[in-house]
Nanobody
Framework: QGQLVESGGGLVQPGGSLRLSCAAS????????MGWYRQAPGKQRELVAW???????NYRDSVKGRFTISRDKAKSTIDLQMNSLKPEDTAVYYC????????WGQGTQVTVSS
């Protein structure tokens, strides 16, 4: 799989937007089923959005209509555009295969707060 490196997190006010990016190997980013997961304090890690090898996208109900996952094959990244952010979106966000592999990146912190 190679290394997964997440970036793009930060502090944003409710209603704001962030764009996360996951740098992966060329083969993984182009061909594998990939997802964005998140883990809030005291909660289990959950799958938020994923894109299949056929580029079909799927979303957790709580983020439908607000988040968009995509592949950038030129940059070998998996991106997550997050709009209309809510405080409950606060978490560390990770990317990984779907189903996930045991190797996780460091993640990127997203904090939604006024």
């Amino acid at each position: 799989q190679g290394q997964l490196v997440e970036s793009g997190g930060g502090l944003v006010q409710p209603g704001g937007s962030l764009r996360l990016s996951c740098a992966a190997s060329r083969i993984v980013s182009r061909l594998a089923a990939m997802g964005w997961y998140r883990q809030a304090p005291g909660k289990q890690r959950e799958l938020v959005a994923w894109i299949t090898s056929a580029d079909t996208t799927n979303y957790r109900d709580s983020v439908k209509g607000r988040f968009t996952i995509s592949r950038d094959k030129a940059k070998s990244t998996i991106d997550l555009q997050m709009n209309s952010l809510k405080p409950e979106d606060t978490a560390v966000y990770y990317c990984n295969r779907v189903p996930y592999s045991p190797s996780w990146g460091q993640g990127t912190q997203v904090t939604v707060s006024s």
